[in-house]
């Protein structure tokens, strides 16, 4: 079983910045595939960005270029710095790893971005 807690979300204005962190449990963290998913209200739950053990990251179009993923393998964590941030990324973001042919979910954070 692998735990996910999620941590950094909040208000924040048109053009700004916030970095999520996501805190895993598990031995065996290098192994597992990790990604940030968010769901806006009405809306369906979408890929935000992945990161496989080795580093290797996909993104999504809306967010390429303005978002970041990485992991620190050693403190069991990865990370999504969001920068020029717009109303449209307005929605509770949440930590995701596969790992075993299991899917793991965190309880998730808000990011609300308004003026």
């Known amino acids: 079983q692998v735990q996910l807690v999620e941590s950094g979300g909040g208000l924040v204005q048109p053009g700004g910045s916030l970095r999520l962190s996501c805190a895993a449990s598990g031995s065996l963290f290098r192994l597992y595939a990790m990604a940030w998913y968010r769901q806006a209200p009405g809306k369906e739950r979408e890929l935000v960005a992945r990161i496989t053990g080795g580093g290797s990251t996909n993104y999504s179009d809306s967010v390429k270029g303005r978002f970041t993923v990485s992991r620190d393998n050693g403190e069991n964590a990865v990370y999504l710095q969001m920068n020029s941030l717009k109303p449209e990324d307005t929605a509770v973001y949440y930590c995701?790893?596969?790992?075993?042919?299991?899917?793991?979910w965190g309880q998730g954070t808000q990011v609300t971005v308004s003026s």
């Open positions: 995701y790893a596969y790992f075993l042919s299991n899917d793991y």
